[in-house]
């Protein structure tokens, strides 16, 4: 039997992002990993995600079903992209001012361009949320 111990782990990166939502919103990709002396230079994949709250995927998921005029039985989880379901860009557009008016946020171009699924959809509104100062 084969064990490994360690006190130290290393990961060697090609290039981070300079914002830490950019690293939040996106797979890394590492080149190599090190244990103590065991290296390894298998491609090798990390991907850090913050969660929104069930409640809000859900009424993500809500909207997304309304918009997209999709049946009661159409599967939606947090991973479903909008073009997996039918979204064109208009949609897209039409999904994010629906967002827009029922959580009572403001979404950037740029990010909106972002969005690709549900879950996406729900960490940057939790995100707009929790930057909107308490009326």
Request: proline share 4%.
């Amino acid at each position: 039997m084969a064990s490994l111990s360690t006190s130290s782990l290393s990961f060697k990166a090609p290039s981070l992002p300079t914002r830490i939502s950019q690293v939040l919103r996106k797979p890394l990709s590492f080149q190599s990993i090190s244990f103590g002396r065991f290296q390894s230079s298998k491609k090798l994949r990390l991907q850090i995600s913050c969660a929104a709250k069930p409640e809000t995927v859900q009424k993500v998921s809500d909207i997304v079903r309304e918009q997209l005029a999709l049946s009661a039985d159409t599967a939606l989880t947090a991973e479903s992209k909008f073009s997996a379901l039918g979204a064109d860009s208009l949609d897209t557009v039409e999904i994010v001012m629906a967002l827009e008016e029922k959580f009572n946020i403001s979404v950037e171009e740029a990010d909106a361009q972002n969005i690709s699924t549900i879950q996406e959809a729900a960490d940057l509104i939790e995100d707009l949320v929790q930057k909107t100062p308490a009326a």
